[in-house]
C-alpha cells in the first residue's frame, strides 16, 4: 500500500506558476505509477499528467502538454507537478494518484491540494 500527501496549491494569478507536490508513504513507492488529476467545480474529475516508475516515461493532457512538467525522485518518494502559464481554467482540487502494475486503474488517492486562479 502507499498513502499519498499533496501540498503545493494555493493563489495565483494568469501567467504565474506552482509546484505541486505529492509525498508517499510506503516502501515500494518506485514500483507505482502516479498521476495527476483535477477536479474543477461543478466538473467530473480529469486526468492531467502521468509518470512511469523510473521516470521515462510521461503523458499529458493535450491542453497542459507543453505548460505542465511532472518528475520524480524515487529516493524521496515524491513525485512533482511544475505548471507554468496558468490559466483561470486550470482552478481546480489537484489530486494524485498512484498506480501499481498489476491494476488497471488507480487505487491510491490523495485529499487534494487546491489551486485557485486570483486574477
Known amino acids: 500500500q502507499v498513502q499519498l500527501v499533496e501540498s503545493g496549491g494555493g493563489l495565483v494569478q494568469a501567467g504565474g506558476s506552482l509546484k505541486l507536490s505529492c509525498a508517499a508513504a510506503?516502501?515500494?513507492?518506485?514500483?507505482?505509477?502516479i498521476g495527476w488529476f483535477r477536479q474543477a467545480p461543478g466538473k467530473g474529475r480529469e486526468f492531467v499528467v502521468a509518470?512511469?516508475?523510473?521516470?521515462?516515461?510521461?503523458y499529458h493532457l493535450a491542453s497542459v502538454k507543453d505548460r505542465f512538467t511532472i518528475s520524480r525522485d524515487n529516493a524521496k518518494n515524491t513525485v512533482y507537478l511544475q505548471m507554468n502559464s496558468l490559466k483561470p481554467e486550470d482552478t481546480a482540487v489537484y489530486y494524485c494518484?498512484?498506480?501499481?502494475?498489476?491494476?488497471?486503474?488507480?487505487?491510491?488517492w490523495g485529499q487534494g491540494t487546491q489551486v485557485t486562479d486570483s486574477s
Open positions: 510506503g516502501r515500494t513507492f518506485s514500483s507505482y505509477a
Open positions: 509518470i512511469s516508475t523510473t521516470g521515462v516515461s510521461t
Open positions: 494518484a498512484a498506480r501499481s502494475a498489476f491494476d488497471s486503474s488507480y487505487g491510491y
